[in-house]
């Protein structure tokens, strides 16, 4: 991972918005993208990306996860052992205390259903990660980004998207899991390009876990924690961040488990990167949480400073300051500016127009190039730079 030591340093979370005819194929196609066309196909919309991102003033960049149907649900098509049945997952507490909101967003508190796993996990289709890689390497060549990073499902949230009725115990799950998706982690860390590992599953009690109390939630939460640890035992921590968050969608948001009764869990994960929601209206207080808790020396934060549920583009100067708490809190050099979570493949309810999430992507690279300003007391030489530190 990138650090600076002389301007706020700009990031996302993983998905952006694809073609529409490019995310109707991958669905339709139902597993690996094989053919020719629509591999060539995904070449282009990964450079478009790439370029777009940067365009904006993004300073760490990704693929925008255009090869993939899905922000996790992607290792279905990637691995063996992840067909069996449908089974439920419980949707949303909060459907139950307001289910005229749920009606009107098109949902309710049905369960949702995902493919359990039912057999031994294997790679089906290794090469799939191999695209992703060069496809990535390929489209940031010459571009001027600081740093370029690609998203994996952890193997809390993969255990979590697919049931487990295979193996004897959820542990038992939980180390098949790390020790397949450890190649998949191994090979982006090797290429050069930050692992995120994005983290749901350390957060969202209500959905995955709702007769949890929370106490058993942090034991949970820790044996997660131990798993993911696992499977990135051979890559250095400073190549690594996680992404925890409460979900991506809109939603009531009154039973989220507040960041201080998780927080020194979250620190014992390995990875360098802490990225965590940071600018909605549950979760904005918790700028102070590290006012209380120290990060520690060798961590970097990566607080959302922009909210990818609403379709208010935020000020810049709002950014800023979001910015400048954090930094004044643990230490200017040590805050990457980002978004709360990914935008999503497909133009969502929230933000029906994707010229929305660039718009807003540019009022975070906007709000950072103030807020190091004010920090610096210096506007940033280069929205830019090839540097590898500054």
Known sequence: MQVSSERILTTHIGSLPQPGELHARLEAAGGPATTRELDEEIVRAVKASVRQQASVGLTVVNDGEQSKSNWAGYVHDRLNGLSGENLPRPGPREALDFPDYYRSQG???????????????????????????????????????????????????????????????????????????????????????????????????????????????????????????????????????????????????????????????????????????????????????????????????IPGVIDNTSGIIEHPETVAERIIRYADVVGRERVIASVNCGFGNVVSSELRDERVVWAKLKALADGAALATEKLWGRTPRSRHSKARRD
């Open 107 to 301: 949902s309710s508190a049905a369960a949702v259903y995902r493919p359990a796993c039912n057999g031994p996990l294997s790679w089906k289709d290794f090469s799939a990660v191999e695209k992703d890689i060069a496809n990535l390497k390929a489209a940031s060549a010459g571009v001027e980004v600081r740093d370029v990073f690609m998203s994996s499902s952890s193997p809390g949230n993969v255990s979590n998207f697919h049931p487990n009725r295979y193996y004897p115990s959820e542990e038992q799950y939980l180390q098949a899991i790390a020790d397949v998706m450890q190649r998949e982690y191994e090979a982006v860390a090797a290429a050069g390009i930050v692992l995120q590992l994005d983290c749901p599953d350390l957060a969202i009690q209500t959905h995955y876990f709702p007769d949890a109390t929370d106490e058993e939630f942090r034991k949970i939460v820790a044996v997660r924690i131990e798993a993911l640890n696992y499977a990135t035992r051979n890559i250095a921590p400073e190549s690594m961040r996680i992404h925890i968050c409460w979900g991506r969608a809109e939603s009531a948001r009154i039973y989220d488990q507040p960041l201080k009764n998780l927080v020194d869990l979250y620190l014992t994960a390995r990875p360098q990167g802490l990225s965590v929601v940071g600018c909605n209206g549950r979760h904005e207080y918790e700028w102070r949480v590290w006012q209380e808790v120290k990060l520690p020396d060798d961590k970097v934060l």
